[in-house]
């Protein structure tokens, strides 16, 4: 019976779906049609006929399997390691639609869908056929599941390979019992075939390839035990008679036959008194078992290859530790590549039709669990290399953040994801200090404003300005109205390009000493030699005049400058223990460096504005260090003050202190 007339008779019964009308027949018939005419190839079939036709012919026998299963713990074990490594991370769904997602969620609990899984992967795996039974009518959801034995199922298909029905029959083959048969529709059966080989409608499993090598090794292991067995003990070759001065002397026939009857009933207390014509030797027949040793460990080492799992799995290989994990990483993609075809049929020959019978059309998604321990710190360790190359762009910088806050178990709702704007925004807060004068609270002198909007273009703070006065007629601090703020200079206080002027000199002319190697053991420790200091000065000195961010000098940095890891250098000039290490220290000099030359050109630009004091101004927030905090808003000598930064990566600045301060 080809599809379409399969098709038809569902439509005259209204079994297939009694909410189709007419039309919705019609144009499922034609669907069909067309698959009929787009499709021509046929597919081989050899089929079990008797007064009626079961099905496809098993491609082996699914029972020796099974026996073997059953009886060789070698293939036991490799099967459970299987179904452990498929199914043991558990699992979970995800749909947008929560009904959906609660319809499944109580489908599976009271299925026992973790259990009915287990066995169903198992004898996937093992016979390459799993075979499932939804209970019920199409019209409802499953009230149950069971997994079938595969040696009786047989699949029938027409000539194109499409599935017509499942037909399971538990009789004998010598003698046809009509009675034995069980039909099953294509809907009433969840099939998940494993390791199938061209057009063969089932798998083969993971047995069947290695049934030669079984037959072998257990040949083999026979043979080696029967020999032992025979040959466990060392046998006696005792010689009676013999020729003394020329004369030979025949041994008594009763004599003979008195220590055969010993050495029958010989035990461990039985010692020997003989004459000079009694000659007592013990045969050796050596190791035994050597001669099977190589035959044994191939046969063993050639199950592990057709099995395609790690020997170290098994406890059963001394491996280097970096070979060990090329083969699990191997393993782990052939458990993946099994989940993803039982992802398939459990999506769509089993959900679909709960959430068709309750009259859902969504789609779930069927997810294997959690990766082990093992494989999140090698993801983490990953995550990390990955998180300090400065060369990562920003976007991919966030997804990887993300994914380091799903592996730490932590809550994503409390993980802020910043916008492109907000990050631009604090990232051009971070990248220079913020300009000392630009928060002076009235402007001393007019200008031009079409000035004013490119300079404050460029130190990224324009931006911040116009949007606080945009909406206002007037400027609330001096009463003035916008368009007459026409010059950087009356913002800020003091001419922007002499202040990058005054940096530019300051980086020409300073030695970097807290960077700087004085010798080898410094230099060994990571501290930059002359070649790199020269180098990070024309570093900081470009992007420092192109206006770039931090995390753009940081990669500059890092290319060109190349900072090594920083080792603590102990009192007998060793290096001890890593203080820093290479992939961090990129961003520790820039957002240092460009903190202390960036201050120190406003200070100048502050002296030869005829200011003679500072006020010191700390970021105030949670990882502010005491240090810093206790000099918040304390007032300096414009030349005597404590250094700045104070400490790596501090963030405090300076403004300068005039009549209206």
Known sequence: MGMVDWFRKKEVTQEYNPVFVKDDVDVALEKIKKIGEQFQG??????????????????????????????????????????????GPGFYIECEDEKAKKIIDDFMLDVNFNTFLRTWAKE????????????????????????????YMYIDRDKYGEILKFNQYRGAFNKFDKEQITSFEPFQIAYFPFNTVGDCVYGLGIAYPALNTINNLLKNEKDLHTLISRKANSPYHIKLGGIVGGKYYKPNPSDVAKIGADLQYQTNKLEWTTDGLTDIKVIDFGNIGEKFD??????????????????????????????AKVQMDAFERRIQAIQAEMEKVIEHQIFKRVLNASGFDVKVDFRWGEPSDATKMERLVRLKELLGNLRVSDSLFKLMEKDVVKLLDYDENEYEVMSEEEERRREEIRSQPIVPGQNETKPPFPVKKEKLFEQLDKVGVFNKIKNRYETKETCKHCNE????INDVQEWLGFNYKDYLKSISAFIKEDDFINLKAENDIEEQAGYL?????NELKRVLNKDLMQGKGIREIARDIDMKVKPNDLYEITTENQLGNLIRGKDVRSIGIARTEISRVSNEGAIKQFADNGITKIRWVASSG????????????VIFETFNHPEIPLHPYCRCTTIAVTELS
Not at 529 to 533: A, G, H, K, L, Y
Not at 622 to 633: H, M, Q, S, V
């Open 42 to 87: 046929e597919v081989e079939q050899k089929k079990v006929k008797f007064p009626s036709i079961l099905g496809e012919e098993h491609p082996f026998d699914f029972k020796m399997c099974e026996d073997l299963y059953k009886r060789f713990g070698f293939l036991t074990a490799v099967v459970d390691k299987y179904v452990d490594f498929v199914v």
């Open 124 to 151: 996937g795996i093992l016979k390459g056929s799993g075979f499932a039974e939804l209970g019920g009518s199409q019209t409802e959801v499953p009230q149950g599941m069971k997994v079938l034995n595969a040696n």
């Open 294 to 323: 190589a035959v044994l460990k191939y046969d063993t080492e050639m199950l592990f290859y057709i099995f395609q799992i790690p020997a170290v799995i098994m406890g059963m290989a001394n491996v280097p530790e970096g070979l």
């Open 481 to 484: 109205s916008w368009e007459n």
């Open 529 to 533: 030699n002359p070649t790199q200091i």
């Open 622 to 633: 949670d990882r502010t260090c005491p240090d810093c905090e206790a000099l918040n808003g």
